[in-house]
Each structure stands twice: as structure tokens, then as C-alpha cells.
């Protein structure tokens, strides 16, 4: 069995079945991606548009491929016609621009609000209350192409456990929040993606349903 197929396994064993593995392929050449598709991964993420777009072009047709990148509204019509989820929506734009784009492409684009968790500087992601914002909106309300289906979230890259278990406490807590208050009745809306090599075995214990993992699956990036 080849290392990275070995590494997808020992994940396996450690999470529940009902967690979703992302393969955060960025960086690796489409050989290392296949050794993963060929030992059952079909679940792959890429944070550039381009990259995206050029490994789904010649990669196996049933891989499905997630935006887990900062993502400019210029480039969402490359990758409107095939994502299967964005994980990085943080500005109304962005989502009337992907509204826009999956109208042309006749389908609805499942998507996570990312949300500003970690304590460090991070120039991305939302406040609760800037997401509030969004969805009280009139222009949100408007757009029927796409499905809020949870948040993302990345906790700050450090070794104090305590901090990111807070972080994670934290997203959990406005998870839930959000559900009742706006998505009672979206069962779509289903999915925290919090928890990556590092952390993914805490992210678990706080709700966790997807977890990003690049490292600890195709080894470290230059
Ligand atoms: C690169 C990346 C990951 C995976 O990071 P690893 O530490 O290699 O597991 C997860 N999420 C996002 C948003 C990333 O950019």
C-alpha cells in the first residue's frame, strides 16, 4: 500500500464514519492525487481557482472538489460549472456573483459562510454579526442558486490547545446559533469544516463534520 493511501487509512481510524476527509491537494501533482483516488478518496480540495480548475480537467470525472481558498469574484465562473462546494463565502458580492454563476450553469452551489475564529491576524472571514447582516438583507433573500449549507472556519496556527478548543467552542456555539435562528427548516445546512492535520482530532470533539486535511495525508508542502 503506497504512504498516502496508508495515511488516508490511519485518518479513517480515527475519526467517526459520519465525518467527511477532505484531501487538501493543493501544490501536489496529479500522479500523488490519483495514488489517494485509487485507495477510495473521492473527496478533494484545492485553495486557488486555477489550480482547481486545471487538476478537475485531469483528474477521474467522479472526484468531487471543494473551494476551500480565498476566492475573487472575477474567477467564480471558472469553477461554477463543477464545485461541489465553496467553503470561503465571506462578502454579499461574493454570493451574488456565485448566485449569478450557477443561474448560467442551471444548478445551485452549495457553500459555507467562513467565519473569523482565530485570535491572530487573519485577513478573512466573517464577524457573527456581519453574517447577521447578510442574511437580514433584502439582496440575500433574492438569490435561489445557492445553498447555505454551514460554516468554515480555521483556528489560529499555534500550539496552545486551550486557544483553539476555545476557537472551536466558539464556531460550534455560532453554529448552532444560526440554525435555529435562521435554518431550522435547511436541513442542507448541516456542515462545520473546522480542523486540519493539526487539529482535526479536537475539531472532531467540537461537531466537526468535514475536516481539511493536506499534510497529514500527501506529506508536507515546499
Ligand atoms: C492548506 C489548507 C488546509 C490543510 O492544511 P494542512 O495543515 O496541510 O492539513 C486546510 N484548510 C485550508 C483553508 C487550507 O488552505
Redesign the pocket.
Known sequence: MSEVCINLEKIKNTVPGSVKILA?S?TKPVEIILEAYNCGQRLFAE?KVQELELKFQQLPEDIEWHM??HLQTNKVKYIAPFVKMIHSVDSLKLLEVINKEAIKNKRSIPFLFQMYIASEESKFGLSIEELENILQSSEYKEFKNIIPSGLMG?ASFTSNEALIKKEFAQIKHQFDYLKDKYFKFNPEFCELSIG???DYHLAVEYGSTIV?????IFGSRK
Do not use: E, W, Y
Open positions: 487538501v493543493k485553495n476551500i481558498g480555521m486540519m492535520s493539526a481539511r486535511i493536506g499534510s497529514s
